[in-house]
């Protein structure tokens, strides 16, 4: 199952609306996408707007945190229906270096299940890497049309959020990239 976890809308800072992007994503064979636009951008009904989107795929609603005392780090939120992924976002826009990504790791606001291994669909191989101690992601970070499918997971086929998000923590998937 092609898996999509960072992707933005017309909601924030992207320019297609979520059921745009999440047709654009089904047309390339994905069949679950995680809509998560900046909080600061988003509407106070964002979530249950989300949420009420008909669709083929499975759809995961997210958010893109900034966490200020890093320096307004972006931290992804996904949930499912008991289970919550958090991941650190694309290390390398903020041209960390590894002690710095696993120092943020353990500071966290809150546990970090996984790290961004790419920027804007683009493999960092830094950051893909043993020393960083969690499950490493492919996203594409998807801001329009041209973005969608330049990275994404892998993983067993379920319609289940909350399984979806136990296998990304447990590292059970696959990156892949076109």
């Not at 890093?70 to 976002?89: A, D, K, N, P």
């Not at 041209?95 to 790290?115: G, H, K, S």
Request: glycine share 4%; aromatic share 10%; charged share 25%.
């Amino acid at each position: 199952m092609k898996v999509a976890l960072h992707v933005h809308t017309s909601l924030s800072d992207g320019i297609h609306s979520p059921a745009e992007m999440i047709e654009a994503y089904e047309e390339k064979g994905f069949r679950a996408v995680a809509i998560t636009d900046h909080a600061f951008m988003t509407r106070p009904d964002y979530f249950e707007f989300i949420r009420k989107i008909k669709t083929r795929s499975l759809v995961l609603v997210g958010i893109e945190l900034d966490w200020e005392p890093w320096h307004y780090q972006h931290l992804l939120r996904i949930h499912g229906e008991s289970e919550t992924l958090h991941v650190l976002c694309h290390p390398r826009s903020y041209l960390l270096e590894l002690d710095e990504v696993n120092q943020r790791i353990r500071t966290a606001p809150f546990p970090i299940d996984a790290i961004e291994i790419t920027h804007r669909g683009f493999y960092t191989p830094e950051y893909d890497v043993p020393e960083i101690p969690v499950p490493k992601l492919a996203t594409d970070d998807a801001h329009e049309f041209l973005d969608v499918g330049r990275a994404w997971i892998e993983t067993t086929d379920t319609r289940d959020p909350d399984q979806l998000l136990r296998a990304i923590k447990a590292g059970q998937f696959q990156n892949c990239f076109p």
